[in-house]
């Protein structure tokens, strides 16, 4: 069983920042993907950024030179670092994860942004 657990929302001002943190444990081997995505009030849960064991990463267009993807492997960690943020950015982050064939979500942290 894997759990993941988030953290990091919040509300903030346009303009402002905010780091998203989600940590993986339990029967956890060879993590491969890591990432955030989101999900507005009334809208499909879209992708926000990945990263690879690797480092290799992809970013959704409307957050690509403000937010920022990174992963610690030894500690089983992916953080989203957000900045100059947006109303438009305002909706519940969820955190996934691949092992193997499988995906894991988060439970999910809401970030506000107010105008």
């Known amino acids: 069983q894997v759990q993941l657990v988030e953290s990091g929302g919040g509300l903030v001002q346009a303009g402002g920042s905010l780091r998203l943190s989600c940590t993986a444990s339990?029967?956890?081997?060879?993590?491969?993907?890591m990432g955030w995505y989101r999900q507005a009030p009334g809208k499909q849960r879209d992708l926000v950024a990945t990263?690879?064991?690797?480092?290799?990463?992809v970013y959704a267009e409307s957050v690509k030179g403000r937010f920022t993807i990174s992963r610690d492997n030894a500690k089983n960690t992916v953080h989203l670092q957000m900045n100059s943020l947006k109303p438009d950015d305002t909706a519940v982050y969820y955190c996934?994860?691949?092992?193997?064939?499988?995906?894991?979500w988060g439970q999910g942290t809401q970030v506000t942004v107010s105008s």
């Open positions: 996934r994860v691949a092992l193997g064939p499988f995906l894991y």
């Open positions: 339990g029967n956890i081997f060879n993590i491969n993907t």
């Open positions: 990263i690879t064991k690797d480092g290799s990463t």
